[in-house]
């Protein structure tokens, strides 16, 4: 592999003790210089049929499912995108199973990849209301992942208004049209419903082999916090004792974690520092493998805003980043549109100029120290994760940004 994220970072942390400037100045450098889209995200409209609490996008936007962008517009930055060999692309929507464009950002994407990038994946996100309409078309124009959200066994009713029988109707029927798409689910965990996620893992681990979780972050206009560290901890011990339960299942469990959110676990013995392997993709992530069962602890130490991701709003708007789909209006931190300028590589590089909001967090991470020790920020990257949202929060004002920060844990597992 010639370019190690792991390595880069902890260069960068070599040069931590320059004058403040200077050392942003330089981290700022390396990752422009190392810059690379991997991951793309496509809004293909603003319109959805469920209204989560939890859900980043501002409730401000006012909804529609007639696509803004034309669809030549959509066509050309799908090509685009796959032509800069990026790795995977995914189709969001708000809802992207309910939006005009949705075939042909599906059929589009598949045959840029044949064209230039063979290995990249396409995926969709979706709450799979309305994804049975679609499968005879997805039969002939297979994406190669579909991740159903399904937010908890009991409380998915309470979060997802009642459609937890359909979306899992719905999901079997996808896995069972759809022999080439690995089709799994997709779990936002929250405070109010983590031993109901392990109940779901129960209760669907008979037809679903492909978990993911994702901790909520507090988004600005709802009320919902953010998980705390406890919660997280409960929840990996418990994950645990599933993976044990069902060892003799092919099973595999993903768990995204946000900068900071790694320590409490590795101060409790969950996770150990020295496990941090980086696959393909330059995702750094620690794997437990118990039995058949595979637990990935996916580390956004380093996260991929805008130097390895970004999004595309339903109107062509560059976001370096989901997070910034917070802000009321987010063409005020949006860093360029493709009507505008319609080249994906430049909207790329705008993005990571010196007048961006990713060279004012990198600015940030200098002039505002995290708390954690030196070592411990080989780990939060000074909670690099935390600060974008933080950002959005003080902008746009929310009482519910709180994040579970520094914790004084007894065991220290970096001395
Ligand atoms: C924004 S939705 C878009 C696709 C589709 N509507 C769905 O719900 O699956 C994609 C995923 O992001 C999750 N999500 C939304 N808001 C979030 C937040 N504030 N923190 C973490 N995940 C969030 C959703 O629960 C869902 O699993
Ligand atoms: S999380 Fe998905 S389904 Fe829920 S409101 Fe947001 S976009 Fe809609």
Redesign the pocket.
Known sequence: MSFSLLKFWHDSLEHWHEPRHRAAEGLHQSMRENAKLTWFDIDLHKA?N?T?D????NDHYSTSTSPALAPEFLEEAIRQAVEMRIEVMTF?????TLGKNFRVAIQTARAARDQYAPAAKIGL???ALTLPQHLSFLESEPPDFI???I?GWKSHDRIRANTRDRVIANFKQAKACLRNTRVGT???LRNDNIDDVILMIERTAEFNSHFYF??????VD?H?PSLASENLIHFVQRLRRVAEIFHEQELHFSLLLNGDQALPLFYHDLLEPEEVEEDELHSLYIRRRIGRVEIDFILRIIPEYFWRGARLSYDGYWLGT?DLLQAPDFHEVASGSFIETPSIKQLFERSLARDTLFYQSLQELFLNPCGHTEREQQYCLSCFSTRMVKMMHQRYGAASASYTGATNFSHDPFS
């Open positions: 959805c469920l989560c939890h859900c980043f996008y969001s929507g708000m809802e992207p996100i979706t709450n991740d159903v959200s937010d997709s779990t936002v994702e901790p909520v972050v507090a988004a709802k919902i989901c």
